[in-house]
């Protein structure tokens, strides 16, 4: 069995090739998709909305949530859910 010779640039290119898989990786998963639940602050940041709008989104039953000890919590699912039964497809 012979003896494979690694060069620094040989560890440079590896280290490279990971970091881009790495990005990949961390690009197909939204930022929220890796939390369950959301908190209001969230939720508007994501959708990009004011603290009114959210609450008459809330009101009017368009996106459920939870609340707990004051504080309120949107399952990302479901807002993924909301955003895919809303679509408007224009047809020419």
């Known amino acids: 069995m012979g003896a494979t010779i690694i060069t620094t640039e040989d560890l440079r290119e ?10 990949q990786l961390l690009n197909n998963q939204s930022g929220h998709s890796a ?3 959301l908190k209001s602050p969230e939720v508007r940041d994501l959708l990009g909305i004011s603290p009114g709008t959210l609450q ?13 000890g004051g504080v309120l919590y ?3 699912q479901e807002i993924m859910q909301v955003l895919e039964q809303n679509r408007i497809h224009n047809k020419f």
Request: hydrophobic share 35%.
């Open 35 to 37: 939390k369950k639940w």
């Open 74 to 76: 949107y399952d990302y």
């Open 14 to 23: 590896f280290k490279m090739e990971l970091l881009d898989d790495i990005k």
């Open 56 to 68: 008459n989104l809330r009101i009017n039953g368009t996106l459920p949530y939870t609340k707990i």
